[in-house]
């Protein structure tokens, strides 16, 4: 079983930024997937960014070229930078790691992008 706890959620203005870390209790470099989702009040749960083994990191159309996943190998943890925040950015933001097969994620931290 893989635990996910996410960090540093809060409020920022638009057009400010916001890095979010996700520390897990595995091993990063052994797992299948990792990466981060979001979920706004109302909609489903969407993919903002993940990497995948074998395939690479992929990112949702509406943050490419302005969020970036980054992993850190040695400390098992995921981070995700968040540049030119806008308000529609707003949501709880959830680390996934896939395992053989299953899914875990942490509880989430919300990230609100307003004046």
């Known amino acids: 079983q893989v635990q996910l706890v996410e960090f540093g959620g809060g409020l920022v203005q638009p057009g400010g930024s916001r890095r979010l870390s996700c520390s897990a209790s595995a091993t990063i470099s052994s797992l299948n997937a990792m990466g981060w989702y979001r979920q706004a009040p109302g909609t489903q749960r969407e993919l903002v960014a993940v990497f995948r083994s074998g395939v690479g990191t992929v990112y949702a159309d509406s943050v490419k070229g302005r969020f970036t996943l980054s992993r850190d190998n040695v400390r098992n943890i995921v981070f995700l930078q968040m540049n030119t925040l806008k308000p529609e950015d707003t949501a709880v933001y959830y680390c996934?790691?896939?395992?053989?097969?299953?899914?875990?994620w942490g509880e989430g931290t919300l990230v609100t992008a307003s004046s």
């Open positions: 996934k790691a896939e395992e053989r097969g299953l899914d875990y």
